[in-house]
């Protein structure tokens, strides 16, 4: 068995985009989640007349999906690939506001960091509507869930 490596480094250990020319083009799909923690003020602003910016969760939702579709941009080493679907979805509890992507494609690989890349800006983009209110929101526990498709198939992360 080989040793576990970095796929995104060369023998050298220079930065470098991995050849996925070789791959199957397979239908992949990443879930990632996150939470923006926020004041009870603001939760009662987004569950009532909403923040003085405007409407705060529809910002984040649309932040998202072009965040999600301009992560190649974004992230020096992602391949700029197809997105042929992103959903992002909010929901405000009573501490935080729950962010959940799910992007998906059909091509050559995944699509982890556009759904990563997706529930940080969203949740940036809340930020900066609340930030009047609560300068002292925080993005937290950004990650993958789950992710399937490839030659790996399916991860889901195991809940403890």
Do not use: Y
């Not at 070789?22 to 996150?34: E, F, H, I, Q, S």
């Not at 501490?95 to 995944?110: F, I, M, Q, S």
């Not at 900066?128 to 889901?156: F, Q």
């Amino acid at each position: 068995m080989s040793e576990p490596r970095l796929t995104h480094v060369d023998d050298a250990g220079a930065a470098r985009m991995v050849d996925v020319s070789g791959k199957d083009v397979t239908v992949r799909t990443a879930t990632a989640t996150g939470r923006v923690l926020v004041s009870p003020e603001v939760v009662a602003l987004l569950r009532g007349k909403g923040v003085p910016k405007g409407d705060a969760l529809a910002v984040a939702r649309i932040a998202g999906i072009q965040a999600a579709k301009r992560t190649p941009d974004l992230i020096p080493l992602c391949h700029p690939i197809a997105i042929h679907a992103v959903e992002v979805d909010l929901e405000v509890t009573d501490d935080a506001v729950l962010v959940r992507a799910v992007v998906r494609t059909a091509d050559r690989t995944g699509v982890e960091m556009e759904a990563l890349t997706s529930v940080a800006v969203a949740g940036l983009a809340l930020i900066d509507m609340v930030k009047a209110v609560d300068p002292a929101a925080v993005i937290s526990d950004v990650r993958v869930e789950e992710k399937t498709g490839g030659r790996s198939g399916r991860w889901r992360r195991v809940s403890p």
